[in-house]
């Protein structure tokens, strides 16, 4: 067999743009804004200088319940995103340095993750009820992050979340939030998550912004000497 070419593009992302009618029960990475949002990432691409990147617009990639979605050649790297904010961070970390944004990845559900490893045997291989609010508290925070001021930070303070729909190692799950209230410093949030199928979880969410140096002193109040 002979060597594969070298690459022509040091890194070519394919961005889903794909559209479908209105109420298709997958929905479709347009209605949430991705072709803005891929024409954003080959601007910015352009401004940084990244002749070497390509910024492809492409149909279905067949993760919409997760979109909007984009892969990234030669790793095969998968991403979802929903802001400016989320492809800059990408562009920097991850075309720029190299590197990767961890909390924007697909990952996979892994075995650790499963009630049956993480909580108890005799339950069943299904993703645990509390890596999903894991991951949708991780949403919700996310989601008010670039207006935190240091040393302010938003400590989780209530739950209420209904687990709809049982997944398997190896599917992907994707959280949302979005703010519903904000309330001098308590702020709530309407929470809801996806894997490759279907909606698996939904419900409400309080953080409260403290001060993160505050809270190490009170902490430290509580240490016994
Ligand atoms: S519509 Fe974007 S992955 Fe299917």
Redesign the pocket.
């Known amino acids: 067999m002979p060597a594969d070419p070298p690459l022509f593009y040091r890194r070519h992302v394919f961005c889903?743009t794909?559209t479908?009618p209105a109420g298709h029960p997958?929905?479709?990475?347009?209605e949430k804004g991705?072709e803005k949002l891929r024409n954003y990432m080959k601007a910015r691409a352009k401004e940084l200088g990244l002749a070497d990147v390509r910024i492809n617009a492409a149909g279905?990639?067949?993760?919409?319940e997760l979109?909007?979605?984009m892969v990234i050649y030669p790793e095969g790297v998968w991403y979802g995103y929903r802001s400016t904010a989320d492809l800059d961070e990408i562009l920097e970390t991850h075309l720029v340095a190299g590197g990767r944004v961890e909390r924007l990845m697909l990952m996979p559900v892994a075995p650790e993750h499963l009630a049956s490893q993480f909580k108890d045997a005799t339950l069943p291989p299904v993703l645990a009820t509390p890596v999903m609010i894991m991951a949708m508290e991780n949403a919700a925070l996310n989601a008010i992050r670039p207006f935190l001021e240091p040393p302010e930070t938003a400590l989780g303070t209530a739950v209420d979340v209904r687990h709809l729909a049982a997944t398997p190692a190896g599917q992907h799950v994707r959280a949302e939030a979005q703010v519903t209230k904000v309330d001098g410093r308590r702020i709530e949030f309407a929470l809801s998550a996806r894997d490759d199928t279907e909606e698996i979880g939904r419900g409400t969410h309080e953080r409260m912004v403290v001060d993160h140096d505050r809270i190490a002193r009170r902490l430290a109040s509580k240490r016994k000497p």
């Open positions: 889903c794909n479908r997958r929905g479709c990475c347009s991705s279905c990639l067949d993760r919409c979109g909007p979605t």
